[in-house]
Every structure is written in structure tokens, then in C-alpha cells.
């Protein structure tokens, strides 16, 4: 199953947290699911904050790709933009603000789910709340602005 | 050179930004520099954002584990502990923010400064600032909170 950093373009796709051309990175992948997105990842043993559960910087990791991938899907839908290959808007984080409401445990499939609250040009603001075992774990806010489409381009 | 995260307990040592004994980990590690913190991190090829430029998700987590060992550092201060072999105080993140003020050149050192903004019993909260090539791309905040000794102790 695709996720929206399936179609950025190559230049735009070497991401540590999501890019598909990043074999060392996460791999990270953002889907409409109704109304809201949602980005699934089960951490690896070395992603230990204290034994047992994750490590924040991670967590942090998630929601920062899940936000700006949330936020290429709200601008697409917004433009009307027929997703087909590598014609995705890309948008980067201008600010991530995350709340550590509990300790996250390490072992089951992480779920972050957002909810997109702002869309104003080329500014898109998502709310994400992660969750394990049923829980709510985290919660994080996710400023994005979409890049111009040559940035970074050799 | 030790920072305060090479006097941690064992039990708290497995952090995957700066636990000495996670092998997989960033190793960071956090000292005084006069009234300010500091912790050095050079990224790898492969933490990218858009080629050239690093990875948002690590710079939150070098922030994060920069915080708590900030926060180590004055709790131990502040209760003039004489840091020894892993007697240092243990803080978790409650809350991370970080904006993205310009994108962060992947090649060279990154140095976190840090400031103690309070330190309130249990919780200390700390100002960061991300510099790489002599100039402020990112800045932060951390709220860390001491955990008790025997947590995640089994």
C-alpha cells in the first residue's frame, strides 16, 4: 500500500523519516483514512527511550513526517490534484510541538492519527495524537509549508 | 570526554539518543560550558531531509536529549551532588517544542546550546539553541521532569 511520500518526486524523496529512496531511514507512510490521516510504525528494540519504552526523539520523528505528510495530502486534496506519479506537493516543518502525556511502550505497532486544522496557501497546520495498545500517548502540532517544487534540486 | 548522560544508572543508560549502552544509539552527551549547556553531534549521509539539508526529525531528538541532560546537569547543581559513577539525576521529556528557523546544512558539527530557564523541584525546563556553520537554524524548548530511580527498573 502507497503512502502519500510515494509520489514525491525523486529529489524530494530521500527523507530519513520518510523518503522512499532513503534505505537507511523509516520509511514512514501517510494515508487518508475518512476525515483524518494516519502513519503506522512498529519501533525496532534500539529504539528504547528507558527499557521497555520508546524513545521520545523518535516519537517526535513520527509526528514531524506524519505532519508534513498529512499536510501534502491536505494541499492536494484543496488543489484538486489527481495523485499519479511524483506530482505530490512537498512541505517541510517549520515548528513541531510535542506532549509526552504518557510513557509509550516499546513492542506494538504505533498509530498517529491527524486531524488537519488550518489549510492557508502554502501553510497547513495537523494535530496528531499517537497511539499504543489503545492509548494515547502522545500529541503533537505540526506547522508545515510546502517547498517550492526546485528547492534542493541540483 | 564524559558528558552527564556517561553517569547515568545502567538502567537508565539505554536511551537511543545519548544512552551510553545503546550501541545502535547517537551517543550524544551533554556538559557545562560555563552557564550554558552544550552537546556536539555531526549527522551521517543518511539523515537527510532534502538532499543537503538535515533531518528535522534528528535535530528534534538531539534537541530532546540535549534538554534532558540539561536538566541532569542543573538538578545536580542545584542539589550539589558531587557526580561520581552513574549517581547523576535521570529526566524524561514532558514536552518538546522546535522551530525550524532556517533548514540545517547536512556536512558539518551541529552545536546545541542550552540555557536553564527554571528549575521547580522535580521539573526544569531548558532553552535551546541549534548552530551549524556559526549560525542559529533551529531553537527549542524542553520540559524535563525527573523520574524516580527505580523507574523502569526490573
Known sequence: MKG?????PDHFA????CGRLNENGLQLKTFWDGEET?????????HTAIEGFVYGGLLASIID?????SAALALARERGIHIT???APRCVTASLHVNYKKATPLGPELE???IIKEVKSRKVIVEARLIANGQVCVTGEVVAVEVPEDFGKA
Open 4 to 8: 502519500i511520500q510515494d509520489y514525491y
Open 14 to 17: 530521500h527523507c530519513h523519516g
Open 38 to 46: 494516519v502513519t503506522r510504525f512498529t519501533p525496532g528494540p534500539h
Open 65 to 69: 513526517c506524519h505532519g508534513t505528510g
Open 85 to 87: 506519479e511524483f506530482n
Open 112 to 114: 498517529v492519527r491527524g
